[in-house]
């Protein structure tokens, strides 16, 4: 069992920036990890992903101004989150499973474990 506790949200004003961190606890190492995020009322979408082996997915709204990445000796996933918009305004959960080259974006069952959720709140 995986358990994920993200941080690391907040209020931002357009063109700023946060950093997301991911937490895991349990056995985790080597996982498949993804951010994700959701407005009220609409669907969770995918953002990026990161791999087993560190190989990077983008969904194109973020990508150029989204980064992840993890430190496997620390257990932690990161999303750099830079020249924010009042659109990337939305709850941002963390998702991982066992191992693959690269990870769907898309937060279905593809996932086994998912965090709480960090909310991300951008101004114009």
């Known amino acids: 069992q995986v358990q994920l506790e993200e941080s690391g949200g907040g209020s931002v004003q357009a063109g700023g920036s946060l950093r997301l961190s991911c937490a895991a606890s349990g056995h985790s190492t080597q996982y498949c990890m993804g951010w994700f995020r959701q407005e009220p009322g609409k669907e969770r979408e995918g953002g990026a992903g990161?791999?087993?082996?560190?190989?990077?997915i983008y969904e194109d709204s973020v990508k150029g101004r989204f980064t992840i990445s993890r430190d496997d000796d620390k257990n932690i996933m990161y999303l750099e989150m830079n020249s924010l918009k009042p659109e990337d305004t939305a709850m941002y959960y963390c998702?991982?499973?066992?191992?693959?080259?690269?990870?769907?974006?898309?937060?279905?069952?593809?996932?086994?474990?998912w965090g709480q959720g960090t909310q991300v709140t951008v101004s114009s």
């Open positions: 998702a991982a499973r066992g191992y693959c080259n690269l990870p769907p974006l898309v937060p279905g069952s593809f996932f086994a474990f």
């Open positions: 990161i791999g087993s082996t560190g190989d990077v």
